[in-house]
Nanobody, 125 residues
Framework: QVQLQESGGGTVQAGGSLTLSCVASGNTISGLSMAWFRQVSGEVREGVAA???????SYEDSVKGRFTISQDKAENTVYLQMNSLKPEDTAIYHC???????????????????WGPGTQVTVSS
């Protein structure tokens, strides 16, 4: 397993931007597919975006065109650039990883065996 640590969360006004970072340790991300999930208190976790070994990406419908997932394999880091933020984007955002090369069923949290503790994103109206 790989250890994951997120950073970059905070409070921003609607329409603003944030960039989340996820640094991996204990293993390289080169052999993993990575994703971001988010969770509102009391609700189920939701897959937001994913990236595979080749750099292919996929997004949850509500964030398409606003969020961009990327990775820097040399830095063992995954990013989530979030633009045009909305109050409904408020959640704890978790970085996750799985030892799978493809994006098949990337939105299913049970497929991931490494989770970061999360970083809070709050969007005020």
């Amino acid at each position: 397993q790989v250890q994951l640590q997120e950073s970059g969360g905070g409070t921003v006004q609607a329409g603003g931007s944030l960039t989340l970072s996820c640094v991996a340790s204990g293993n390289t991300i080169s052999g993993l597919s990575m994703a971001w999930f988010r969770q509102v208190s009391g609700e189920v976790r939701e897959g937001v975006a994913a990236i595979d070994l080749t750099g292919g990406t996929s997004y949850e419908d509500s964030v398409k065109g606003r969020f961009t997932i990327s990775q820097d394999k040399a830095e063992n880091t995954v990013y989530l650039q979030m633009n045009s933020l909305k109050p409904e984007d408020t959640a704890i955002y978790h970085c996750v990883a799985r030892p799978q090369w493809s994006l098949d069923a990337w939105w299913l949290e049970r497929h991931y065996n490494s989770w970061g503790p999360g970083t809070q994103v709050t969007v005020s109206s």
